[in-house]
């Protein structure tokens, strides 16, 4: 039952700084996955509100309910015929785009970070799996 208790908190606690935040960002008029972050890292490693393990049960399922819901809003908003006129320039940005930027990425993590060059480019692959949101949400405003 304690575990339930906690993921209820915690869950409550997420969703509320989740809104508050949104509301902060719409006010600011500025992209809220930035207000959103600043969020997470006052009520997680700021404040210590909320602290969970990367390999809980509740890290998991808010991934895969973020995902879905991201997932679920990027398909009901497309209209064909707005993709029709625009299908260049996603497909630009989603190739060459993410290729030249994970070849810089790598190349600077190489240098910078002294890293194996495997590893860079491991580091080049978990970074560029959030790049999605952050553009559409930044394309937005």
Known sequence: ?????QS?????IVLLTGMLAGKLADSLKIPDVA???LAGIIIGPFFHLVHVPVGSTFNQFVIVLVATLILFDGGRGISFRVLKQ????ILFLSVPGVL????VTALA??????LPM???WLLTAIDGSSDTHTCFQTGTY
């Open 1 to 5: 039952m304690q575990i339930v208790h």
């Open 8 to 12: 209820l908190f915690l869950m409550i």
């Open 35 to 37: 207000i959103f972050l």
């Open 86 to 89: 625009v299908w260049p320039t």
């Open 100 to 103: 030249i930027t994970a070849a």
């Open 109 to 114: 993590a190489y240098k910078f970070l002294h």
């Open 118 to 120: 495997i590893y860079a």
